[in-house]
């Protein structure tokens, strides 16, 4: 039977339509898809955990539960710390509010005598900005409620998945290897254990970067006396987690903190040159031997994916880029026909001859001695 070939406008256009219906059912069915994203990374996470008990003689099912306790011990630990310092600062909100206001009528008779504009316009639009802060505000409260009552929801049926990811994970396992055929065997076992390891490898180092990062800045914070030190700390650590994106936000809230708080704005200036050397460390210690090195995804393609999923999932779609980016990126390298698109993702730069050109050296020929004959 003759097959038909399909020309290039065919293919592209049903591989356009497909991507699209693919990225709607994922937008769609977001409120199913991340908590499954999320217990696969947290059961992967928590495999050594397990194993380890397990060796020890434990019940598997008792080994399953004693790591997901604590697992939500210590989350529930840093949950405490982060919603004290965050009551903390909510209630000093309204005191914030007036200083800033304050500071805006400072600026208006600057600007009113600078730039000869009516004190009366600048005045009406500072109250009316202050009117739509405070109505934002209030707004802003009443959604963090809905998101926080859909995010107990979702953290209800997370350790339920987790459990039931690691209770049954020798028949998922086997289900990928029988999917794939008999042939593939060895290889979709590699592949399994290859992402296990770079996922693993990859958050365990975040987590340690986020712990540093955090110390870093709350002590940075503390010794300039910023108020809040600890919350923007930990907030600012969290936000770098996000590539190149959750830098820029995490050193505008201290900064924007200092400028109320604080007499002079110097401090302000002085929150950015701590924040920059911070960073600085960060990028060039911190990232390169405890994160950057588990995975090998070029910075473009970080850039993109931050972007897309956030725009697809918010921040938990950030959050899932990179991890989610580096799975794609080892079934790639391990599938030859997917080979270039993992070579895509990655961060090796290839050699090209145009850029190594070998000069050739000037060679002058000797001059033959013959023999005199006489």
């Not at 955090?214 to 002590?219: C, E, G, K, P, Q």
């Not at 697809?312 to 997917?338: H, Q």
């Not at 895509?344 to 050739?360: Q, S, Y």
Request: aromatic share 12%; proline share 4%; glycine share 6%.
């Amino acid at each position: 039977m003759d097959t038909v070939k399909l020309p290039f406008y065919a293919k592209a256009s049903l591989f356009l339509i497909g991507l699209y219906f693919f990225i709607t059912i994922l937008y769609i069915a977001q409120g199913i898809i991340l908590p499954l994203v999320f217990a696969v990374i947290i059961a992967i996470l928590l495999h050594p955990l397990v194993n380890f008990f397990v060796r020890k003689k434990i019940n598997r099912i008792v080994a399953i539960t004693f790591s997901l306790v604590l697992t939500v011990i210590v989350i529930g630990a840093f949950g405490q710390l982060l919603f004290s310092q965050a009551r903390q600062f909510s209630q000093s909100w309204p005191i914030l509010v007036d200083k800033f206001t304050e500071i805006l009528n400072n600026t208006n008779q600057w600007a009113s005598g600078y730039f000869d504009v009516s004190p009366r316009k600048i005045m009406a639009w500072v109250s009316q900005t202050k009117s739509e802060l405070i109505n934002t505000s209030g707004s802003v409260i009443g959604q963090t409620l809905l998101s926080v009552g859909n995010g107990v929801v979702i953290l209800m049926l997370i350790p339920v998945y987790v459990f039931m990811i690691l209770v049954y994970e020798p028949l998922l396992i086997e289900f990928f290897r029988t999917l794939f055929g008999a042939d593939n065997r060895k290889e979709v076992s590699e592949i399994i254990t290859k992402i296990k390891r770079v996922i693993q490898g990859y958050l365990s180092g975040l987590f340690i970067e986020a712990v540093i990062m955090a110390a870093l800045n709350s002590i940075g914070l503390l010794i300039l006396g910023i108020d809040y030190a600890i919350l923007l700390g930990i907030i600012g650590a969290l936000l770098n987690i996000i590539p190149y994106i959750g830098g820029l936000v995490a050193v505008a809230l201290p900064m924007m903190i200092a400028i109320v708080t604080k007499t002079s704005a110097w401090y302000a200036v002085y929150v950015l040159i701590i924040y920059y050397i911070i960073q600085l460390i960060d990028n060039n210690y911190i990232v390169p031997k405890i994160v950057a090195s588990k995975v090998k995804i070029n910075a473009l393609v970080s850039i993109i994916v931050v972007i897309a999923f956030g725009a697809l999932w918010g921040f938990s779609g950030m959050f899932l880029s990179i991890p989610l980016t580096a799975i794609v990126k080892v079934i790639c390298d391990r599938i030859e026909v997917l080979k270039p698109l993992g070579f895509l993702l990655g961060d090796t730069m290839p050699t090209n001859a145009i850029f190594n050109v070998k000069l050739k050296k000037k060679t002058t020929k000797k001059p033959i001695n013959t023999p005199i004959t006489t």
